[in-house]
C-alpha cells in the first residue's frame, strides 16, 4: 500500500478502485496471530478530516470499495509518521480510525457497521461506549506490524 494513493484518494486524484487495487495484497499474514502490511511512506504530511473519513464510509456502502480494506487503510493511518488528525478537536475521527485498524478488538468491518461509522462521523448518532471485551484469559488476539516498503 502507498501512503500517496490514500492521500490521492481524499484530495479526489485517485478513485475508490485505483485505492482498492492498491491496498489489496498489501497484507500478508505469516501466522494465525500476525499480519503484516507492506506501506510506502509518502514524503510530506497530510491531514485527515471527519469528511474524508466519510467518504471512505460512502465508497465502502456504495460497493467501490471492500469493507476490509477499511482495516489496512486505518492500520496505514495508525502507523503514518505522515498521516496526522487532530484527536483533541476529533476524537469522533480517531476513535473510528483506530477501530478500523483492529475490527477485530472493535467493531467487525459489516456495512453495517460502516455505516454506523459514518453516522457517528456525521454526529447523526453519538460515538457509543467501546463493547465489552470478552476474556480470552489475556491472550493475545492479534498483531499488526508495519514493513516499510521503498519506491
Known amino acids: 500500500m502507498r501512503e500517496t494513493v490514500l492521500r490521492e484518494f481524499f484530495e479526489g486524484k485517485a478513485t475508490a478502485m485505483e485505492l482498492a487495487r492498491d491496498v489489496a495484497g498489501s497484507t500478508t499474514q505469516?501466522?494465525?496471530l500476525v499480519s503484516v502490511v507492506s506501506i510506502e511512506d509518502m514524503d510530506y504530511e497530510f491531514t485527515v478530516t471527519g469528511n474524508m473519513a466519510i467518504c471512505l464510509c460512502d465508497k465502502v456502502l456504495s460497493g467501490e470499495l471492500p469493507p476490509a480494506a477499511l482495516k489496512t487503510i486505518g492500520f496505514a493511518l495508525m502507523a503514518s509518521d505522515r498521516f496526522s488528525w487532530d484527536a483533541d478537536n476529533d476524537e469522533v475521527l480517531a476513535n473510528v480510525i483506530a477501530d478500523?485498524?483492529?475490527?477485530?478488538?472493535n467493531y467487525p468491518l459489516t456495512l453495517e457497521n460502516v455505516e454506523r461509522c459514518r453516522k457517528w462521523l456525521r454526529r447523526t448518532e453519538p460515538y457509543p461506549a467501546k463493547p465489552a471485551l470478552t476474556n480470552n484469559g489475556g491472550k493475545i488476539i492479534s498483531v499488526t506490524e508495519k514493513k516499510p516498503t521503498r519506491r
Open 100 to 105: 478500523w485498524s483492529c475490527p477485530e478488538v
Open 30 to 32: 505469516p501466522s494465525e
